[in-house]
């Protein structure tokens, strides 16, 4: 996009609404739904579909969650979605006894409103302001902004434009391998192989429900190699920074495997909530801490004969520490923790690999490429 095309599209773009004026909404919702309940609004803007206002009300009523959502422009639609949320909680599912009062927590430098200037390309984007408001008093709020790219496998994203735009420069183009093909019998079974981050990420991705649930994984024993660090870090610097769960409680970073040891997992308390009256919780803002190697190509060279996945859809042979042709990706099987056990190498570079949601609710996997001698199987 020109300078002058950005600059038309960014006075043509809705002004978002102040923060102010999103904490009033919320509380006023919050306020009509009475003791024992929440609501979110947020001022949500995607490059398709343009700017408008939502709601989330959720009510508690002796052990019961009532929840509604809808549009939330006008008085009028807010109240709607009260009724809507206190009719459910007559007869919905059991849940929290009482909702946690929304806390203010640390502010984050998550939002560039340049985002607006993208117009409705085809990428994936968009910009937030939240507000989460409490009944009994308590309001939270934050805004952010995120951008992802299409690179080989996946999408890498950013806060910005620009940072976006700079990490899929960094990701490269795949090398010409040719179609896919049947892989030769005698590299069948379990195989030597190197990920690359799109990969690395999809791997976490199977584990992430585990992080949230105690007693998954052995806390204070070995589930991983000791080159493995795994945290929940919604601050890190790289990912895109998330100060509160759906319950307005503040996110903390939270270490959930050190050296290989299982350390802790993620809940409601330490602000990981996924279902707003209910205690389920899941890491977000998973980061993988990188290795020593330089490259993809470094942690190649041990392998004379194993696999390159830059995602799990895709697959290239290897032989003699190089990747040389494409073969067939429905044929692999893949043990996440087997991943992780065999562990030998991980780049020192990371990505930003983004998971799916929207601007409010977006999480990322920060994470290297990495060398693994177990948990990659290809059936022959």
Same mark, same amino acid.
């Given at each position: 996009?020109?300078?002058?095309?950005?600059?038309?599209?960014?006075?043509?773009?809705?002004?978002?609404?102040?923060?102010?004026?999103?904490?009033?909404?919320?509380?006023?919702?919050?306020?009509?739904?009475?003791?024992?309940?929440?609501?979110?609004?947020?001022?949500?803007?995607?490059?398709?579909?343009?700017? =408008?206002?939502?709601?989330?009300?959720?009510? @508690?009523?002796?052990?019961?969650?009532?929840?509604?959502?809808?549009?939330?422009?006008?008085?009028?639609?807010?109240?709607?979605?009260?009724?809507?949320?206190?009719?459910?909680?007559?007869? =919905?599912?059991?849940?929290?006894?009482?909702?946690?009062? %929304?806390?203010?927590?640390?502010?984050?430098? =998550? &939002?560039? %409103?340049?985002?607006?200037? #993208?117009?409705?390309?085809?990428?994936?984007?968009?910009?937030?302001?939240? +507000?989460?408001?409490?009944?009994?008093?308590?309001?939270?709020?934050?805004?952010?902004?995120?951008?992802?790219?299409?690179?080989?496998?996946?999408?890498?994203?950013?806060?910005?434009?620009?940072?976006?735009?700079?990490? +899929?420069?960094?990701?490269?183009?795949? /090398?010409?391998?040719?179609?896919?093909?049947?892989?030769?019998?005698? *590299?069948?079974?379990?195989?030597?192989?190197?990920?690359?981050?799109?990969?690395?990420? +999809? @791997?976490?991705?199977?584990?992430?429900?585990?992080?949230?649930?105690?007693?998954?994984?052995?806390?204070?024993?070995?589930?991983?190699?000791?080159? *493995?660090?795994?945290?929940?870090? %919604?601050?890190?610097?790289?990912?895109?920074?998330?100060? &509160?769960?759906?319950?307005? !409680?503040?996110?903390?970073?939270?270490?959930?495997?050190?050296?290989?040891?299982?350390?802790?997992?993620?809940?409601?308390?330490? $602000?990981?909530?996924?279902?707003?009256?209910?205690?389920?919780?899941?890491?977000?803002?998973?980061?993988?801490?990188?290795?020593?190697?330089?490259?993809? /190509?470094?942690?190649?060279?041990? *392998?004379?004969?194993?696999? &390159?996945?830059?995602? #799990?859809?895709?697959?290239?042979? @290897?032989?003699?520490?190089?990747?040389?042709?494409?073969?067939?990706?429905?044929?692999?099987?893949?043990?996440?923790?087997?991943?992780?056990?065999?562990?030998?190498?991980? !780049?020192?570079?990371?990505?930003?690999?983004?998971?799916?949601?929207?601007?409010? !609710?977006?999480?990322? !996997? @920060?994470?290297?490429?990495?060398?693994?001698? $177990?948990?990659?199987?290809?059936?022959?």
């Amino acid at each position: 996009m020109t300078h002058a095309a950005s600059l038309r599209r960014l006075m043509s773009s809705p002004a978002p609404p102040s923060e102010s004026d999103v904490r009033a909404r919320a509380e006023r919702a919050a306020g009509w739904a009475g003791a024992g309940s929440q609501a979110t609004v947020w001022w949500g803007w995607t490059p398709a579909a343009g700017g =408008g206002w939502s709601v989330e009300v959720v009510v @508690v009523r002796d052990g019961r969650i009532g929840r509604a959502s809808g549009e939330a422009g006008d008085d009028d639609a807010l109240r709607a979605c009260v009724e809507a949320a206190a009719a459910a909680a007559a007869d =919905g599912p059991e849940g929290l006894a009482a909702l946690p009062q %929304p806390t203010p927590g640390r502010t984050h430098d =998550g &939002y560039d %409103p340049a985002v607006l200037r #993208l117009g409705d390309e085809p990428r994936r984007a968009g910009l937030a302001k939240v +507000a989460i408001a409490s009944a009994a008093g308590g309001t939270v709020f934050e805004q952010r902004t995120f951008v992802a790219v299409g690179v080989p496998g996946g999408e890498v994203a950013a806060v910005s434009v620009a940072g976006a735009e700079a990490s +899929a420069r960094d990701a490269g183009a795949p /090398a010409d391998d040719g179609p896919a093909a049947a892989a030769p019998d005698d *590299i069948a079974g379990d195989l030597p192989a190197v990920l690359g981050p799109q990969a690395v990420a +999809a @791997v976490l991705d199977r584990l992430r429900p585990l992080f949230g649930r105690p007693g998954a994984l052995p806390q204070g024993r070995r589930v991983a190699a000791a080159c *493995i660090s795994l945290s929940e870090s %919604p601050r890190f610097a790289a990912t895109l920074p998330r100060s &509160y769960d759906v319950h307005g !409680t503040p996110r903390q970073p939270v270490p959930l495997i050190q050296d290989g040891v299982a350390h802790r997992t993620v809940s409601a308390e330490t $602000g990981h909530a996924v279902r707003a009256g209910h205690a389920d919780a899941e890491p977000q803002h998973l980061v993988l801490v990188g290795g020593g190697a330089a490259s993809e /190509a470094e942690l190649l060279a041990p *392998i004379a004969r194993g696999l &390159y996945l830059p995602s #799990l859809d895709r697959a290239l042979l @290897v032989e003699d520490g190089r990747a040389t042709r494409a073969v067939a990706a429905d044929s692999l099987q893949i043990d996440p923790l087997a991943v992780l056990a065999g562990a030998q190498a991980l !780049t020192a570079r990371q990505r930003t690999i983004p998971t799916a949601g929207d601007a409010r !609710t977006v999480g990322a !996997t @920060v994470c290297p490429a990495l060398r693994t001698g $177990g948990g990659v199987r290809l059936s022959g």
